[in-house]
């Protein structure tokens, strides 16, 4: 049974910190590569990072470069996402994202969530 399981979020004042891990279970972790999505109120769904497998290279598009880090433990089975300088549009349920793909068979395991609120 496979299970993927976000923490670490929660009410942070816009310039602040906060970390997000996720937890993967049920799946060879290294094979996957591992992302964070966000979505807003009346958003779609976003990617905001990813870590691919082999040599973990990663991916942020322009709106969190220099402001988010993702990073993966594959021993552990987790992957983190640091994110600084939080603005208040930084606010969304963020989730996690596993994806396998083997060919033309792809896997993709998503969490529940977790709510990320940046206001004063």
């Known amino acids: 049974q496979v299970q993927v399981v976000e923490s670490g979020g929660g009410l942070v004042q816009p310039g602040g910190s906060l970390r997000l891990s996720c937890a993967a279970s049920?799946?060879?972790?290294?094979?996957?590569?591992m992302s964070w999505y966000r979505q807003a109120p009346g958003k779609e769904r976003e990617l905001v990072a990813s870590i691919g497998t082999p040599g973990s290279s990663t991916n942020y598009p322009e709106s969190v470069k220099g402001r988010f880090t993702i990073s993966r433990d594959n021993a552990a089975n987790m992957v983190y996402l640091q994110m600084g300088s939080l603005k208040p549009e930084d606010t969304a349920v963020y989730y996690c994202?596993?994806?396998?793909?083997?060919?033309?068979?792809?896997?993709?395991?998503w969490g529940q969530g977790t709510q990320v609120t940046v206001s004063s």
């Open positions: 049920g799946i060879t972790f290294s094979y996957y590569v």
């Open positions: 994202n596993a994806k396998g793909i083997w060919g033309s068979r792809t896997l993709d395991y």
